[in-house]
């Protein structure tokens, strides 16, 4: 029988972590210890024009790299990629990174501790879009948002898990509310809100007295380390977030929607079906 983890509580200090986006260089904003994330360590790799290459190492950590703005060429070993807005790339633990941008980059860095070595994968955005077990609208208005899986079924991982969500202006996303019991722990990095853009993040387990409510903007993350978490944009404009997920239990517990729905919205649907195709 697995082991029942203990997690997290919900409160604003370890679960909010405010402007991700505005330092330059290689920084960590997510991590275990600091915020109430688990395994999960976020962190970005933002590099401007006629800066120098930054290297790295993964050390023990899975690493996801998720382009967000400019080109950036990622090596490591004898493999080189180019990664464009969106594109994503999976390195293996034990591995040396180099990431250059000669016009300037800004990455995502999503990583995890495992014990075992996954391939080197690639994933073009691109080429997402075109399945539609990766790529799909959820939900109707007001709840319909443009869902993409980057890093999911279609790679070989032991934890983590991201993609980007895009949702309709001013419309509710996460919704249904669901939560992924100890399967998982979760964060959104909201992205592509360009002022005066704003959204509400909530994450509760009460929904009589939510433990967050949070007002969030670009560069912004909010942790779910349990609990429900639907979020709605501001009228007039769009709430749009970079989420990563790590499993608790490596390989076991790597699942895309497998959720469970706050049982007074539970219709039968999480709007999260076509990613099982």
């Known amino acids: 029988m697995k082991e029942q983890m203990q997690l997290e509580k919900i409160r604003r200090e370890t679960c909010v972590v405010k402007g991700t986006h505005l330092k330059k260089g290689r920084t960590n904003s997510v991590s275990p210890g600091a915020t109430a994330s688990?395994?999960?360590h976020y962190g970005r790799v933002r590099i401007e024009a006629g800066e120098p290459a930054i290297e790295f190492e993964t050390g023990t950590h899975e690493t996801g790299f998720i382009c967000l703005n400019g080109v950036a060429t990622v090596s490591t070993g004898d493999s080189t990629f180019i990664l464009n807005r969106y594109d994503a790339l999976y390195v293996?633990?034990?591995s040396s990174v180099k990431v250059e941008a000669t016009e300037g980059c800004d990455l995502a860095e999503i990583s995890a501790p495992v014990e075992n070595r996954y391939p080197l994968q690639f994933v073009s955005f691109s080429e997402i879009r075109k399945d539609p077990a990766l790529h799909f609208t959820a939900g109707k208005p007001p709840i319909?948002?443009?869902?993409?899986?980057l890093l999911g079924k279609n790679i070989e991982a032991g934890r983590i898990m991201a993609g980007v969500?895009?949702?309709?202006?001013?419309?509710w996303t996460s919704f249904p509310p669901h939560e992924h019991a100890d399967l998982l722990e979760e964060a959104y990095l909201y992205i592509d809100m360009p002022a005066p853009q704003w959204g509400i993040q909530m994450v509760y387990t009460n929904?009589?007295?939510?433990?967050?409510?949070?007002?969030?903007?670009?560069?912004?993350?909010?942790?779910?380390?349990?609990?429900?978490?639907?979020?709605?944009?501001?009228?007039g404009g769009s709430i749009n977030?970079?989420?990563?997920?790590?499993?608790?239990?490596?390989?076991?517990?790597?699942?895309?929607g497998v959720v469970?729905?706050?049982?007074?919205?539970?219709?039968?649907?999480?709007?999260?079906?076509?990613?099982?195709?």
Not at 144 to 149: F, G, M, S, T, V
Not at 241 to 256: G, I, P, Q, T, Y
Not at 260 to 277: C, H, R, V
Request: glycine fraction near 6%.
């Open 144 to 149: 319909e948002r443009d869902l993409n899986i």
């Open 165 to 171: 969500t895009f949702s309709s202006d001013g419309n």
């Open 38 to 40: 688990r395994n999960l």
């Open 207 to 235: 929904p009589q007295e939510p433990e967050l409510v949070e007002i969030v903007r670009e560069g912004d993350v909010v942790l779910m380390p349990q609990g429900y978490h639907p979020n709605v944009a501001a009228p």
């Open 260 to 277: 469970n729905i706050q049982p007074e919205y539970d219709t039968g649907s999480s709007g999260l079906e076509a990613s099982q195709k």
């Open 241 to 256: 977030f970079l989420w990563m997920m790590a499993a608790n239990h490596e390989s076991v517990d790597r699942k895309f």
């Open 92 to 94: 293996p633990r034990d």
